[in-house]
Nanobody, 116 residues
Framework: QVQLVESGGGLVQPGGSLRLSCTAS????????MGWYRQAPGKARALVAA???????SYVPSVKGRFTISTDITKNMVYLQMNNLNPEDTAVYYC??????????WGQGTQVTVSS
């Protein structure tokens, strides 16, 4: 089964940027479409960005224009470039299939904290 490992989180000031990476042990598009999720304290995990094997991309309104999802098929990687971060973006970020029926075991996630 595909295993997922997220990295790239950290502490950043409001207005700052981070690039998250998701490494898959196998072909990520076996569980396509791929998505980035986040879970803020006290809230449910929610999908924020998704990308299909054909390159179609979608974002939730709160991150559109600030976040960019991309993939490197050759490396089985999924990325989330996050710009103009604000405190509301503070959460643990995870990658997984954007389709519930294809979702696999969650990785450990990567913590993003936006604070001055």
């Amino acid at each position: 089964q595909v295993q997922l490992v997220e990295s790239g989180g950290g502490l950043v000031q409001p207005g700052g940027s981070l690039r998250l990476s998701c490494t898959a042990s196998e072909n990520i598009f076996s569980i396509s479409p791929m998505g980035w999720y986040r879970q803020a304290p006290g809230k449910a995990r929610a999908l924020v960005a998704a990308i299909t094997s054909g390159g179609s991309i979608s974002y939730v309104p709160s991150v559109k224009g600030r976040f960019t999802i991309s993939t490197d098929i050759t490396k089985n990687m999924v990325y989330l470039q996050m710009n103009n971060l604000n405190p509301e973006d503070t959460a643990v970020y995870y990658c997984n299939s954007a389709t519930e029926s294809r979702r696999i075991k969650w990785g450990q996630g990567t913590q993003v904290t936006v604070s001055s």
